[in-house]
């Protein structure tokens, strides 16, 4: 029994789409507003740059699910070409990150369900936890029956939320192409506003970058895609533009209804923006952002369940979270993540450590291209289906560089010592791991309990089905 490779170039285009376009471009495109000092011309060009930005680091980091096509690649390349203490470093980080960031979609989509039943005043918060946990453990269930399942319910959620951005987006053409001074006004004097510092433009592409998170979604499983070496980087390269124009033109419809200053001082755009050209239509916004969120976290949950199976196969966490029930999916893995979201939801405060996160994430973006640079290195030879350039590599890099290190040198604040801390603490917990006897014999009683308990199997050898074939990004495009 092993994971079944059931993901081609469509379904692949559709989990980017999935996973990249989630409540971002719904409620916070504000953040970049309000670092470029409510110039729209900086904001619009921020948004194009980070497409363009998301595309050299997403086609940077093909290469290591092309040469590696397991589920959880970037574990796995990580554990080859740093060795076992950073791969467990990422597994550290992410063990973290990812429910937390779950926990943050499953409270945020039930706010937007059940806000329109409690008109003039905030939601409750016991209903909204109740309605959150729900939500997750609908996931985790949905997870179990396996990928085919999942990536049936990801066409149906992807087609409802870009069936709504492509009615916001059309609005905003059409309200520009009526001439209205009122809709046109805030583009004829785009360029007299104030250019924000060095430090503020990092701020607002970190705002943006996090709009375009998710494109890792297909690396994370690679080990799930038919033949990944060419559908991996086609579904980047089709994918990512795709979401950076309707991003461009929701932003641009946004800005043709709402001053800079609403944008920034507004909760959740979407909504406001609705209120002001469709109030009757609220009802069918906060369904396009609940379904956005909803399908972000269920990739979120993939993603997160093979980086576990991947790391349990690699001896790093118990061999449970690797074996498979009759549906090829990683069982326990998904409950791991599920019970470790479900305590974030309960201790809510826990969600403000979100922030911490972002300079571990990218920390982590930019260790992959440094072991990619070193595999190139010390391993010449080694088959790579897909090479990326070694300028998408080093532009990589400078981007992590930028964005970890300017507002740590420009604006230094106490949550960037924290989450350095919190990443650094992970070789501790490695020193621990490693001298601890992970093999006694009740622990081994424990696994077997488990496995009669969820009928679950080992799965076949992880290393089959890696490709020896080689393309280039030409031959990919063409």
Request: proline share 5%; hydrophobic share 50%.
């Amino acid at each position: 029994m092993q994971l079944l490779r059931a993901i081609g170039f469509f379904r692949g285009n559709i989990l980017i789409l999935s996973a990249t376009i989630g409540a971002g471009i719904f409620v916070s495109p504000k953040g970049v507003l309000k670092y470029s000092s409510l110039n729209v011309a900086v904001s619009l060009s921020i948004w194009a740059a980070c497409a363009v930005l998301t595309l050299i680091s997403a086609l940077s980091h093909a290469e290591l699910g092309t040469t590696f096509p397991i589920s959880g690649a970037q574990y796995y390349f990580l554990k080859r070409s740093l060795g076992s203490s950073v791969a467990f470093l990422n597994l550290w980080i992410k063990l973290f990150t990812h429910p937390l960031r779950l926990a943050t979609e499953s409270l945020l989509l039930s706010t937007y369900t059940i806000q329109p039943f409690y008109a003039g005043c905030p939601a409750p918060e016991l209903p909204k936890r109740c309605l959150a946990l729900a939500v997750l453990w609908s996931l985790g269930l949905l997870n179990a029956r396996g990928v085919q399942t999942v990536a049936w319910l990801q066409t149906v959620s992807t087609l409802a939320k870009m069936t709504v951005l492509c009615f916001i987006c059309l609005t905003g053409i059409v309200l520009l192409g009526m001439g209205e001074k009122e809709n046109v006004a805030r583009f004829e004097n785009a360029l007299d506003a104030e250019l924000p510092d060095v430090s503020q433009v990092a701020e607002a592409f970190l705002q943006g970058l996090f709009a375009y998170s998710g494109t890792s979604i297909l690396n994370s499983m690679a080990g799930e895609i038919k033949n990944p070496g060419k559908n991996i980087p086609k579904s980047l390269i089709t994918g990512i533009p795709m979401v950076a124009v309707v991003y461009l033109l929701a932003n641009v419809s946004y800005l043709a209804v709402l001053t800079p200053k609403e944008i920034v001082s507004a909760d959740a755009v979407a909504l406001t923006w609705t209120d002001k050209i469709i109030p009757s239509m609220q009802w069918v916004i906060s369904f396009g952002i609940s379904t956005s969120v909803f399908s972000t976290m269920c990739c979120t949950v993939l993603s997160a369940s093979r980086m576990i199976y991947t790391a349990s196969q690699e001896g790093q966490l118990p061999s449970i979270f690797s074996m498979l029930n009759n549906h090829s999916c990683p069982t326990m893995a998904v409950s791991q993540i599920t019970i470790l979201t479900s305590i974030v939801i309960i201790t809510s405060d826990l969600i403000n450590l979100i922030r911490y996160s972002g300079l571990a994430l990218w920390f982590l973006r930019g260790l992959h291209m440094i072991g990619l640079l070193k595999l190139r290195y010390q391993e010449p030879s080694l088959p790579r289906p897909y090479k990326v350039p070694l300028p998408f590599i080093f532009g990589s890099i400078a981007i992590s560089l930028f964005l970890i290190l300017t507002p740590l040198i420009k604006t230094p604040k106490m949550e960037h010592v924290y989450g350095l801390i919190f990443i650094f603490s992970g070789l501790l917990c490695y020193w621990i791991h490693v001298h601890l006897n992970q093999h006694s014999v009740c622990f081994v009683k424990v696994t077997c309990y488990l496995q009669l308990l969820f009928n679950v199997s080992p799965p076949e050898d992880h290393n089959e089905g890696i490709s020896t074939e080689k393309n280039d990004l030409k031959e990919i495009i063409l």
